[in-house]
Nanobody, 124 residues
Framework: VQLQACGGGLVQAGGSLRLSCAVSGLTFRRYAVGWFRQAPGKEREFVGAVSDNGARKDYAESVKGRFTIGRQNTENSAYLQMNNLQVEDTGVYYC??????????????????WGKGTQVTVSS
């Protein structure tokens, strides 16, 4: 199983980035996808998630209204559209999958497979 997140970079506050997560080695349409981030010196935290069929989504309060999660099961990929980025959004962003949907915050320990992260840096 492989998950590869990409699309990170350096952006000014107020800007946008779109992260992608390419998944292989499993039946993607059967898995929920979660996005997480980790800032320097902090624990990895939940950003948002989308259910296996894309019908259900949940977001951390800190990103609601600014971030949008989606997926394309025909392409075995998911995305995280980030708008109005703020300095506090800086961190390494990870995608992960689990085989059941849970409403609300997904814990890091509940995710089955993880990808390598992509760095997002927001400057003031």
């Amino acid at each position: 199983v492989q998950l590869q997140a990409c699309g990170g970079g350096l952006v000014q506050a107020g800007g946008s980035l779109r992260l992608s997560c390419a998944v292989s080695g499993l039946t993607f349409r059967r898995y929920a996808v979660g996005w997480f981030r980790q800032a320097p010196g902090k624990e990895r935290e939940f950003v948002g998630a989308v259910s296996d069929n894309g019908a259900r989504k949940d977001y951390a309060e800190s990103v609601k209204g600014r971030f949008t999660i989606g997926r394309q099961n025909t392409e075995n990929s998911a995305y995280l559209q980030m708008n109005n980025l703020q300095v506090e959004d800086t961190g390494v962003y990870y995608c992960a999958v689990r085989d059941t949907w849970v409403r609300g915050i997904m814990s890091t320990s509940s995710m089955r497979y993880w990808g390598k992260g992509t760095q997002v840096t927001v400057s003031s």
